[in-house]
């Protein structure tokens, strides 16, 4: 039987804040006039003028996002403030944080920083939602990959470092558990019986998003899918300031493998692969140092304030364990990489250009078109 494994990944936001609408009222004042020194008392003829002035004040309603969506998010939020994901409260010995005045402060000052989150989350969220509707049995997994990525350039509004997709799309089919993107040229077409785990990400200000779901078009592997986004959620859960990464990795376990699967009559334990893990997220850094396991036995490291992460869940009906294959097709820039010393002219123009477009997000293909452009 080979091994199918399906992934989930959610982002947590900050406290929640609200935001509402305010509307006026405009009184207008009773029209009078005066001709020649008589008085006119023109009622039908005020009230048209009122009328009038009134629908001319009355404030536009936002504009709603198209089918397919093409409207840049930010223009569907014009007061700037995006919507907040799930909120998970303080816990034990953290819920002073919730009463504290200076930690409440503290909190108002990262609000920019959450915005932006927010902002690309919103995109993320509107993005999977209309792939979820398009997808279907018999699609070609490049066109999948590239009607995702523009959806995703048209919605954040693409410009450089400042927004963007954050990283290669990843469609990976049954065994291979993540980073798989279909290369130019790649003829895979998605089936009925695939396991597909849809893995993408956007940033606004090199704040990452890093979030992705699981497709299976036959309900055979529904518990497989259920495994794996119970123990998502209970890891977030888990998380926390000062929670210790091993124990999110131990909670995330326990829930993972108390799943069975059926598969064409044979039952499977639903394992977590062990070599697999989620990740802290820093700006414009997609894996920012820290693993966060989804098997018991971890590193003791504690979970800081301030600090952003993945949580990522793996469930397996194989041995819980996964190897490097097949061709490559996820490049990435080293994050702390200093000068290069380049000596030939166009080896210089070659990684410069390939910095400006951001390597370190880039896939394969988008590479070799990129190099082409510039005749090397």
């Not at 509107?126 to 590239?146: A, H, S, W």
């Not at 959806?151 to 799309?169: C, D, H, M, Y």
């Not at 299976?216 to 529904?222: E, L």
Request: charged share 30%.
């Amino acid at each position: 039987m080979e091994e199918v494994s399906a992934d989930i990944r959610v982002e947590v936001g900050a406290p929640e804040l609200s935001s509402e609408a305010s509307s006026k009222v405009v009184q207008e004042e009773e029209l009078e006039g005066k001709v020649d020194g008589l008085s006119l008392d023109e009622p039908q003829e005020a009230a048209k003028k009122k009328k009038k002035k009134s629908k001319s004040k009355k404030k536009k309603e936002p504009p709603q996002q198209t089918d397919p969506p093409s409207i840049p998010v930010a223009e569907l939020f014009a007061s700037g403030e995006f919507p907040e994901g799930e909120i998970q409260e303080y816990k034990d010995d953290n819920l002073w944080r919730t009463t504290s005045e200076e930690k409440r402060e503290l909190e108002r000052l990262e609000k920019p920083i959450y915005n932006s989150v927010r902002q690309a989350a919103e995109v993320h969220r509107q993005v999977r939602k209309y792939i979820r509707q398009i997808l279907k049995p018999g699609m070609l997994m490049t066109d999948l990959c590239e009607t995702l990525e523009n959806t995703v350039r048209k919605l954040i509004s693409e410009n450089g470092l400042q927004a963007g997709i954050a990283f290669p799309t990843g469609c990976s089919l049954n065994w291979v558990a993540a980073h798989w993107t279909p290369n130019t040229g790649d003829k895979t077409v998605l089936q009925y019986d695939d396991v597909m785990k849809l893995d993408f990400g956007t940033h606004i200000d090199g704040r990452i998003v890093d979030c992705a779901f699981t497709v299976a078009f036959n309900p055979m592997f529904n518990p497989l899918l259920e495994a794996s986004r119970e123990a998502t959620n209970t890891g977030i859960k888990e998380a926390g300031i000062d929670v210790r990464l091993c124990d999110v990795g131990a909670a995330i376990q326990e829930v993972m493998e108390s799943y069975e699967v059926e598969i064409n009559g044979k039952v499977f334990q639903v394992k977590s692969i062990r070599n697999l893990n989620g990740h802290s997220i820093g700006p414009y850094q997609i894996h920012a140092g820290k693993s966060v396991p989804i098997v018991k036995g971890g590193e003791q490291t504690k979970m800081e304030e301030g600090e952003f992460y993945a949580i990522e869940t793996f469930g397996s009906t194989g041995k819980g364990y996964v190897r490097e294959d097949l061709e490559c097709s996820h490049y990435m820039k080293n994050f702390d990489v200093g000068h290069i010393p380049l000596r030939l002219p166009r080896a210089k123009n070659c990684w410069q250009q390939l910095i400006k477009i951001s390597l370190h997000w880039l896939s394969a293909d988008v590479i070799w078109i990129a190099l082409e452009k510039l005749n090397i």
